[in-house]
């Protein structure tokens, strides 16, 4: 369902939501989303520090940016891995709500650095669309280079799409009167899609080969998308978590003077997909002597999610009674089918 934004159509409620809209003069498609208690969720099951969590939220509110023009169920999984005090970033999406995420990282390297370019570091970020058995899976990657998840997000668009494309990322840890703190993310993703293609024309990328202090010259971009891209760039941070800023009324502020339209929001929720049967599953697909490296002093084995820090306990009659199984498996499978 598509509608033009007046002051009447204008939600109470924005959180943990991603809000689809288009803006026919200037040939531009985007969404905005704001999450709220979401965020706060994935981030409070970790208890990263300070410098993770925020790192953390950009990468769900960018994840949730691209996951959720999803057309059909499936996952899309942003992953980085890199050099950087954060080794490791990845946010499962699927569609159409559910979201999760972890990092892994040197606690003893945080203190050392500031931004999150430093943290990440070099290595690349990878963007996995995994849309079931049935279908192959696509996954693109762009290098990361010091620079922050919004740069490595353009590059992304630029190298693999080529489609002209500006994004936004916000996150803050906030503290209300007489309330416990929180944390807060939202995004804004703006593309330039017209229907003519030489209209999306970008400028050209260093071939490599040019000689060194030689500028490469750049091409001249649409007017509709400099115009786009200079409203976006007037976008503050506190705009795009602030609660009582409702997305539709943002992108009033934003694009006042052209008419713009909305589709149907989407929600937006923390959940995991673990599971005892899935853990178990997992369990299973070790072999014994795996499974004995995993043994606690008693026998038993605990399996913690990476995800939702969830704890799944095996008592040692359990994990004996897998690998009786597995032994029973392989005696099958020696023997072959009987005549």
């Not at 950087?84 to 650095?113: H, K, N, Q, T």
């Not at 115009?227 to 409702?246: C, F, K, N, W």
């Not at 999610?305 to 005696?331: H, L």
Request: net charge negative.
């Amino acid at each position: 369902m598509m509608t033009d934004i007046s002051s009447s159509s204008l939600r109470e409620d924005g959180d943990d939501r991603v809000l689809p809209f288009q803006i026919e003069a200037l040939d531009v498609r985007g969404r905005v989303v704001r999450l709220g208690p979401s965020i706060d969720r994935v981030i409070e099951r970790h208890a990263y520090p300070p410098a993770v969590s925020k790192l953390l939220g950009e990468a769900v509110a960018l994840t949730v940016l691209l996951g959720s023009s999803l057309k059909i169920d499936g996952r899309f999984q942003l992953q980085t891995r890199s050099d950087g005090p954060v080794g490791m970033l990845v946010v499962d999406f699927e569609a159409p709500d559910r979201v999760r995420a972890c990092a892994r990282f040197d606690e003893s390297r945080l203190y050392d650095v500031r931004g999150t370019g430093a943290l990440l570091g070099h290595g690349h970020m990878a963007l996995t669309i995994d849309q079931g058995p049935e279908m192959s899976r696509y996954q693109g990657v762009v290098a990361l280079d010091g620079g922050s998840l919004e740069d490595a997000a353009h590059a992304y668009f630029r190298q693999s799409e080529q489609i002209p494309t500006k994004v936004r990322l916000a996150v803050a840890e906030t503290l209300a009167p007489g309330a416990a703190h929180s944390w807060r993310a939202g995004g804004l993703l703006v593309q330039f899609l017209p229907e003519a293609p030489d209209r999306m024309r970008m400028p050209d990328l260093d071939p490599g080969d040019a000689p060194a202090g030689l500028e490469m010259p750049e091409g001249e971009e649409d007017d509709a998308w400099v115009e786009a891209q200079s409203l976006v760039g007037t976008v503050e941070d506190h705009e795009l978590i602030d609660p009582t800023l409702e997305p539709e009324r943002l992108l009033i502020r934003l694009f006042n003077e052209r008419d713009i339209r909305v589709f149907e929001s989407r929600a937006v929720r923390e959940a995991c997909r673990c599971s005892r049967e899935r853990v178990l599953g997992m369990l299973k697909s070790f072999s014994p002597e795996e499974r004995r490296d995993m043994r606690a002093d008693d026998g038993s084995i605990e399996v913690t999610c990476d995800f939702c820090s969830t704890r799944y306990a095996f008592s040692v009659e359990e994990a004996t009674a897998i690998d009786a199984e597995d032994e029973e498996d392989g005696e099958t499978r020696q023997a072959g089918p009987a005549a």
